[in-house]
């Protein structure tokens, strides 16, 4: 920066907001508008903030900004503290960062422990409702204990060990999933032959006792699907009690009536749905003669296993942590820990899937 056409600013010294507005004004008056000097200060305040100036004098990384020859990466890098790789486990059961984290560290904390404070030294809190997030996300309990003996320099308290292994043991006993309709039957023979009869195979029958099946589909779809099998059944009320002579069940709750008012879709939405249709579609296609459900989990994993390999995109029926059975298109990237790893054509993203949730899998051929 200079003070004029020939003299330049001196080292050591800063140019102020006025010294730079000064400037412009002398050096491109044609460009000094209305609003200039507020577009000047806030420029300089960003500079600032971005480490492009300290205090108002150009930083190493400012430096490079302007030499070519200069490396702004290794400048910035220059100016960071070098990432840790281990935490400090207390009795208290908090962890205290000392410094900045590495990326995979970061992700790990904030996963299965809450930020209390940050700073140089950032505070995380292991509580009941962060290890379940944790057991959430599919960890267990023995990899969280292994990740927290790990990443820490101190030993793990004893009474971590014992919060871990007690959220863990309550984790996933009280379950809430999804049902439109129940088929139950006192003869457990009978409820054997009709999870397996082929003509049923389409409403994905669900054991949920021994003499109680679910599925996702509607009370009066599931009676002609009966029906259309040859087998008799009766509908019962939400009170358990046989309603004879009714041939179509009403839902259970009807609809709530219109008001007039039109939901209106934005082009993104509109977008997500015709393309959701579309995988559908080619995902129907894709596997014309898709195994029945309920094959071994060793060819659900054969299967697997070549696509990772052949970097082969897959059709499958996967049943998620509502019971709901849906199919996807998954390009499969790796197999770990009992999840596949994987882009979702239809979210587009890379998700995962549970393999034990996994009910059929072939490879998808594009026409």
């Not at 903030?49 to 702004?72: F, K, Q, Y």
């Amino acid at each position: 920066i200079t003070m004029n056409s020939s003299t330049p600013l001196r080292t050591g010294r800063v140019a102020g907001p006025a010294a730079v507005t000064e400037q412009m004004r002398w050096r491109w008056p044609r460009r000094t508008t209305a609003g200039a000097d507020a577009h000047i200060a806030g420029t300089l305040r960003e500079a600032e903030l971005l480490g492009v100036t300290g205090r108002g004098a150009l930083t190493r990384m400012g430096r490079a900004l302007l030499d070519p020859s200069l490396d702004v990466a290794g400048a910035a890098l220059k100016a960071l503290p070098e990432p840790v790789d281990s935490v400090i486990l207390q009795p208290d059961l908090t962890a205290v960062a000392p410094g900045r984290l590495s990326p995979g560290l970061a992700h790990d904390m904030h996963l299965i422990s809450d930020l209390e404070s940050s700073g140089g030294a950032a505070v995380f809190r292991i509580t009941e409702s962060s290890l379940r997030r944790a057991l959430d996300a599919g960890l267990s309990a023995a990899e969280v204990k292994r990740l927290l003996q790990d990443r820490s320099v101190t030993a793990p308290p004893q009474a971590l060990g014992y919060l871990v292994d007690d959220v863990a043991r309550r984790h996933g006993v009280l379950r809430v999933g999804g049902a439109s309709a129940y088929l139950r039957c006192d003869d457990e023979s009978t409820i054997d032959l009709l999870e397996s009869h082929r003509d049923l195979a389409h409403l994905r029958l669900r054991r949920l006792a021994p003499t109680v099946l679910l599925t996702t589909a509607e009370p009066a779809e599931l009676l002609r699907a009966l029906d259309a099998a040859g087998v008799s059944a009766s509908f019962e009320n939400d009170f358990g009690v046989i309603e004879a002579g009714t041939a179509q069940p009403a839902r259970a709750k009807p609809r709530a009536a219109r008001t007039g008012r039109r939901t209106e879709l934005s082009d993104a939405d509109i977008e997500t749905i015709v393309h959701r249709l579309r995988v559908g579609t080619q995902a129907a296609a894709a596997a014309p003669e898709r195994p029945a459900p309920g094959e071994s989990p060793s060819s659900t994993l054969a299967v697997l296993k070549d696509a990772v390999r052949s970097h082969e995109q897959v059709s499958l029926d996967y049943v998620d942590e509502n019971a709901r059975m849906s199919t996807r298109l998954v390009t499969p990237s790796r197999i770990e820990g009992g999840f596949l790893h994987g882009y979702d054509t239809a979210a587009r993203e890379v998700r995962r899937y549970a393999v034990h949730r996994i009910m059929a899998v072939s490879i998808a051929f594009s026409e």
